[in-house]
């Protein structure tokens, strides 16, 4: 197994697209597990500064409510379908790091691993810049996202602009309040794009 990356710094919340590399080196072909789906493959970024291992599989789960009771669920496990690699050939899937992890600034030793190997190790840093800030502001802003998605981003956002403070919607919460809210946001999000503009923060 190898991966790579297509560069070595990215900045906070940048699509970080891992390729991962399964080759066949045998004479004949070799049948396993999609590693694409698989729940023994797993991402690994490893915070240098605070040792702190954030992974995930490659297999994601889903949970099902049942009978539209909250306490009633069922945890759904997909069973990853075979693949064959022809000889001499490879298999080769990529993963989005930035969609799966709530990531810091900082430095990370990147690796897979599965049931039998351990990829080489790669360094990558993430860095909290005039590019990171724009992309983070506009997905606190974004209704589509999820509740924690929104929220990690305008924390991060906050740590330059503790202002940016956004009115993110509830459970329950009516269409007529969300959309006042969204209203509030969006002042909040004008201010905090015309002081970035403004040159006043000190970074790159």
Not at 37 to 51: A, C, G, P
Not at 75 to 103: G, W
Not at 149 to 162: D, K, L
Request: glycine letters at 2%; charged letters at 20%.
């Amino acid at each position: 197994m190898k991966i790579h990356l297509s560069k070595q710094t990215f900045y906070l919340g940048e699509d970080i697209l891992v390729d991962i590399y399964y080759p066949n080196l045998r004479t004949s072909v070799i049948t396993i597990p999609d590693p694409e789906t698989s729940f023994d493959v797993e991402m690994h970024f490893l915070d240098i500064n605070t040792e702190e291992d954030l992974n995930y599989t490659m297999g994601q789960s889903t949970t099902t409510v049942m009978e539209n009771a909250s306490d009633q669920w069922a945890l759904n496990v997909p069973v990853p379908e075979e693949i064959s690699i022809a000889p001499n050939d490879v298999y080769h899937f990529t993963s989005n790091a930035n969609e799966r992890l709530y990531l810091n600034a900082g430095k990370y030793v990147v690796y897979v691993t599965d049931s039998e190997s351990e990829s080489a190790r790669l360094e990558v840093s993430i860095v909290l810049n005039k590019d990171a800030l724009t992309h983070l502001s506009a997905l606190a802003m974004n209704t589509k996202e999820n509740y924690s998605r929104r929220e990690w981003a305008m924390t991060h956002v906050q740590t330059v602009y503790p202002k940016f403070i956004l009115l993110l919607p509830d459970e329950g919460i009516s269409k007529a309040a969300a959309s006042e809210n969204e209203k509030n946001n969006q002042i909040q999000y004008q201010s905090f794009m015309k002081w970035l503009e403004s040159g006043q923060v000190d970074i790159p």
